[in-house]
């Protein structure tokens, strides 16, 4: 009998709401395996882990490994798999070279079959494109809230919301205009939280400044 190993990944509680749990993904590669007449060897599960890396997806990891000539990797979807052409393609190309095959059940993609190759790759294509778009729509959205002075993200050091609207605060839009001053004299931003840190100077909800609160602050004047 033909052999087969299952992924399976969720990264948030809402998609499991959604009906892509981890149990619904297993249950639908279970049956295909049935079906199709492959024994289902093992599955392995990335859960709570994001997509956009195949290198900290340690069940990703451990399913390609376990991949040999004539087996098929069977996944729920493509977005479980990989979320950009290039992981795809890279995932396409390892199991290529272990003669191993990829079945994604949502698209119906079964790379035994020359049309399935080439449909696997076109999907990867449109999947990014699609992505592509909803992140260009939000940016634009959040320019057009941000233009009309209203609240677009939370709320940023230097202002405060009042019935939807961004408004300045004073004392804190001083503290915007010396960080931006410093940083253009020349100081790293390392040197920008310690000073602020050493002056008792807290943060939006009372923390301390670390590099990267100032360099978020500082990318998000100049956005």
Known sequence: ??????????????????????????????????????????VQVDAGISGKSMEKRQGLQAALAGMKKDMVLVVYSLSRLARSTKDTLAISEQLDKA??????????????????????????VLAEFERDVISERTCMA????????????PVPFGYSELDGRLVAVESESL?????????????????????????????????????????????????
């Not at 399976?8 to 981890?22: F, K, M, N, P, Y």
């Not at 949502?106 to 076109?122: L, N, P, Q, V």
């Not at 320019?143 to 009309?148: D, E, P, T």
């Open 142 to 153: 959040m320019a057009h809230k941000k233009a009309k002075g209203e609240k677009y993200a």
């Open 175 to 223: 503290v915007v205009a010396e960080i931006l001053s410093h940083r253009k004299a020349g100081k790293t931003l390392v040197q920008i939280a310690d000073d602020l840190n050493e002056r008792g100077i807290e943060g939006k909800r009372g923390g301390k400044w670390h590099a990267s609160t100032v360099r978020y602050l500082i990318q998000r004047q100049a956005a």
């Open 99 to 124: 003669g191993a095959d990829l079945v994604s059940l949502s698209e119906r993609i079964d790379t035994t079959g020359a049309a399935g190759k080439m449909m696997f790759r076109m999907l990867a």
């Open 1 to 42: 009998m033909k052999q087969a190993i299952g992924y399976i990944r969720v990264s948030t509680e809402q998609q499991a709401d959604e009906g892509v749990s981890l149990e619904a993904q297993k249950a639908k590669i279970a049956a295909w395996c049935l079906v199709n007449d492959y024994e289902l060897v093992s």
